[in-house]
């Protein structure tokens, strides 16, 4: 029988996984670019924000349908949907995504957006489903409170 290995001691200030300040599983959140746009440096930049938060993160890469958005959601049974659009598609593709969820039984999820979105655009997304819009120039920071308080609540 060989010997067991020793323990490793924990780093100084580190904590354990069983003393975790979240006990509960994380948010799984999907982050998903819909239509045509390609540009995806910002939703990678919040997916990285996210994982790095401690929320578990499926990103879909570009061109989504809201068919396939809704899909990917139902499959993964995530918990949030956050949609990222810079071409202009959002009052289109944005409710598309949120009817898709509702008849597929998932209107407890929430679904936030961001991108190039108009202001006067904001209040009429909200309207259909969209909880929260998050503009260019918004501190990642301010999105991962968003989620925090948001998921604390539920």
Not at 60 to 73: S, V
Not at 107 to 115: K, S, Y
């Amino acid at each position: 029988m060989s010997p067991r290995p020793a323990k490793i001691p924990e780093a100084p200030g580190a904590v354990s996984a069983a003393h975790s300040p979240r006990l509960e599983p994380p948010a799984r959140i999907l982050v998903a670019k819909p239509g045509l746009d390609g540009h995806d440096r910002g939703a990678k930049v919040i997916v990285q924000t996210l994982r790095d938060a401690g929320f578990e993160v499926i990103y879909t890469g570009i061109r989504q349908t809201p068919e396939m958005i809704a899909q990917t959601a139902l499959q993964e049974d995530v918990d949030a949907v956050g949609l990222s659009l810079l071409s202009g598609a959002h009052m289109t593709l944005f409710p598309k995504v949120a009817d898709l969820l509702k008849k597929n039984g998932m209107e407890d999820v929430l679904i936030f957006g961001g991108g190039i979105i108009p202001d006067e655009d904001v209040p009429k997304l909200k309207r259909k489903g969209i909880r929260a819009i998050f503009g260019p120039g918004t501190p990642t920071q301010n999105i991962v409170d968003y989620l925090n308080a948001y998921f604390k609540k539920k």
